[in-house]
């Protein structure tokens, strides 16, 4: 069974674009989550999918945002990029949100020069 | 928020040698997860927890869920090379029940 995919796997932007990142979750899982990892804050919660409604989510600013499709497959967008939003972004899928087994993907590295 | 601490940040042990890290709360978790990410990887799940008290193995690794819900901790027997890496402790619970990620212990393994 296939892992987890994220495209791109690595992403350069100047500040003040926007980028879109994508997921696919293992076949057959329907909840996806997003995180933020960053040397200095380590990994943190972004938001979380499941039915293509979003069911909870982190502590970030409003430039952050997701969706995820009918096929599970999910993206996330930032818009206005700031330096800090430098990072490497995982998602993680599970079979529904009820489990706690998420399985994470290889991340996108994003550099925001 | 809720907050993990994670202990040690960081360790360089010899190969062989048996290894330790812990986790604490503030606050009470329903689930205690480990996970081991490789440089360049996505972490990948070791050991989940549900019970208070529950001592779960999958090889040389043990973790244990903390009576207080409120720490767990992971121990590596015997260590080898491919144990280099950083693991992370992540617990589970409060409002929406989301998860929650210590600051990650770096393990180094010197021949």
């Known amino acids: 069974k296939a892992g987890v995919t994220q495209t791109p796997r690595y992403l350069i932007k100047t500040r003040g674009q926007q980028v879109t990142l994508s997921c696919s979750p293992i076949?057959?899982?329907?909840?996806v989550s997003w995180y933020q990892q960053t040397p200095g804050q380590g990994l943190q919660f972004l938001f979380e999918?499941?039915?293509?409604?979003?069911?909870n989510k982190g502590n970030f600013p409003g430039r952050f945002s997701g969706r995820q499709f009918s096929n599970s497959r999910s993206e996330m967008n930032v818009s206005t990029l700031e330096l800090g939003d430098s990072a490497l972004y995982l998602c993680?899928?599970?079979?529904?949100?009820?489990?706690?087994?998420?399985?994470f993907g290889p991340g996108t590295r994003l550099t925001v020069l | 928020g809720q907050q993990l601490n994670q202990s040690p940040q960081s360790m360089f042990i010899q190969e062989g040698e048996d290894v330790s890290m812990n986790c604490t709360s503030s606050?009470?978790?329903?689930?205690w997860l480990w996970y081991k990410q490789d440089p360049g990887e996505g972490p990948v799940l070791l050991i989940a927890l549900y019970k208070a008290g529950e001592l779960t193995s999958n090889g040389r690794l043990t973790a244990q869920f903390g009576i207080t819900r409120k720490d767990s901790f992971l121990n590596i027997s015997a260590s080898i090379p491919s144990d280099v890496g950083i693991y992370f402790c992540a617990g589970r619970g409060g409002a929406g029940n989301m998860l929650t990620f210590g600051g990650g212990t770096r393990l180094m393994v010197k021949p």
């Open positions: 606050s009470i978790f329903n689930t």
């Open positions: 999918y499941f039915s293509e409604t979003q069911r």
């Open positions: 076949s057959g899982h329907r909840s």
């Open positions: 993680a899928s599970t079979v529904d949100h009820s489990t706690d087994t998420q399985y």
